[in-house]
């Protein structure tokens, strides 16, 4: 089907046009044409954004006390969280995304509901994605090693009494599957449910949580496969701790020299990485996803991003299911990666544009997504449509756009989002999903859910007691 877009504004990250119409044809762009005549509707078009990080998490974690708490201490608060039918999961998540004018994301599966085996979960997972209408990269969470802490965790359960340890081994000591079943695993999830919007990756967890025969495995199949890589690098002081105990001679060295590091990697976070470790990232030509409001959120850190960029890192705009309000809004999350990173007084460090590809260009990088990204013909017809006039409803003076949107742009902003020619999000609604009705589902199970792992709410206080105790006696309190 045939579509024609004119607006008085549009850019990408590389030009800005005024008056415009775009074709839209068979789910790309047909044709970018100066309007023949002035738009009648007040609206400005740019590629929808990518968020090349995320785990799709159904519900806001800070509902189970995990705000501000730190990583080590906030994976565990996870385990409040009931199994739920993963379909019903998914919506959620990819509404919001949607909403947020995301077009895309990655999908960092690291904990299956385990209701049904793993292809069957993730084909639920992937049909909510086309439910929706968002592109998705799934990446199938890998770990061998380190259930509780980075490390040996029998100190950690010594300092338990017996009861939350009981608890807490039954919750977290589970037998992990063996690194050929893990590989065999993703190969399973590939033939369930790749296809034109959904990409499948290996997605070990971290580094801490993986042996070197597993970082092997992994390295050698994704060569043998062409498969996308994705894992998460240094989010946290104590984790950068644990790879230099562990790898004296570097870790981001090690993976080099197993051929880990390639242009199929996308590492998120790397908050505490040194220059020496981005220079061998970016020669490698992976793709580093940053996600400034879950690294504020989980008190990681604020990752050098103006650094990567000078050491020519492609660097991509995560959202990792923690963004600034916890409603998964990307352009709010746009605007905070760059008023953070962009310099400070007369000192330029990024521009808005070089943001704009990190949200644009780059992302789909690290989705394996088709060409897009920029307002051009035979670009993917992934679009989002803001409505200028109330993007600027004081209306003083001409100002750009895009000036605007780095401003003050939010969720509300958005009049429509297209992704390959379909509208999923049309004045504030997700078309074809009652978002608040799944919403309300998902904090009926939960609920019930909390009340039947007293248990384990009991349980969490000394364990995290345990938990800080461990990470203080390596690093010290300050």
């Given at each position: 089907m045939m579509r024609q877009i004119t607006a008085s504004h549009a850019f990408d990250a590389r030009r800005s046009l005024g008056d415009t119409t775009l074709t839209v044809d068979g789910g790309m762009i047909a044709a970018v044409e100066a309007a023949a005549s002035p738009p009648q509707d007040d609206i400005v078009v740019l590629p929808a954004l990518v968020n090349a990080h995320d785990h799709a998490r159904p519900i806001r974690t800070s509902s189970v006390g995990g705000f501000a708490r730190p990583l080590e201490q906030w994976l565990h608060?996870?385990?409040l969280f009931a199994p739920?039918?993963?379909?019903?999961?998914?919506?959620?998540?990819?509404g919001r995304a949607a909403l947020g004018g995301q077009g895309a994301v990655m999908i960092h599966h690291v904990r299956p509901m385990g209701l049904t085996d793993l292809p069957t979960e993730a084909a639920a997972m992937a049909r909510a994605a086309r439910d929706v209408g968002v592109r998705i990269a799934f990446g199938v969470g890998m770990r061998d090693q380190n259930p509780l802490v980075y490390g040996d965790h029998a100190p950690v359960l010594d300092e338990l009494d017996p009861v939350s340890r009981a608890e807490i081994e039954a919750r977290y000591l589970a037998p992990m599957l063996p690194i050929a079943e893990q590989i065999a695993r993703v190969d399973a999830v590939a033939e369930a449910i790749a296809g034109p919007i959904v990409d499948v990756q290996y997605a070990p967890n971290g580094p801490q949580w993986g042996s070197d025969a597993l970082w092997e495995a992994i390295a050698e199949?994704?060569?043998r496969t062409g498969r996308r890589v994705t894992t998460h690098l240094f989010e946290t002081k104590y984790q950068r701790d644990w790879a230099d105990r562990t790898y004296p001679d570097g870790l981001v060295k090690h993976w080099k020299e197993i051929g880990l590091l390639s242009p199929r990697l996308t590492l998120a976070h790397c908050v505490w990485a040194r220059p020496d470790e981005l220079e061998m990232i970016a020669?490698?030509?992976?793709?580093?996803?940053?996600?400034?409001?879950?690294?504020?959120?989980?008190?990681s850190g604020?990752?050098?991003?103006?650094?990567?960029?000078?050491?020519?890192?492609?660097?991509a705009l995560g959202v990792d299911g923690q963004a600034f309000d916890e409603d998964d809004d990307a352009l709010r999350e746009l605007r905070l990666l760059w008023s953070l990173h962009s310099g400070w007084g007369f000192d330029t460090e990024l521009s808005p544009r070089d943001v704009l590809a990190m949200a644009l260009e780059n992302g789909r990088i690290a989705l394996g997504a088709p060409p897009g990204g920029q307002l051009a013909e035979g670009q993917a017809a992934d679009l989002l449509i803001l409505d200028r006039a109330a993007l600027d409803e004081d209306a003083l003076m001409p100002v750009d756009p895009l000036e605007l949107m780095f401003a003050r742009a939010n969720r509300r902003h958005i009049r429509e989002l297209i992704v390959a020619g379909r509208t999923i999000v049309s004045h504030g609604r997700v078309q074809g999903v009652d978002l608040d009705a799944v919403h309300d589902e998902l904090r009926g199970i939960y609920r019930s859910g909390i009340a039947q792992r007293a248990g384990l709410v009991a349980a969490l206080p000394p364990l995290e007691r345990a938990v800080r105790n461990h990470y203080l006696s390596r690093l010290g309190c300050c």
């Open positions: 608060r996870l385990a739920v039918d993963p379909y019903l999961a998914t919506l959620a998540p990819l199949a994704s060569a020669e490698a030509g992976c793709v580093i996803a940053s996600n400034t409001s879950s690294n504020l959120a989980l008190r604020l990752a050098p991003v103006a650094e990567m960029v000078r050491r020519g890192c492609k660097v």
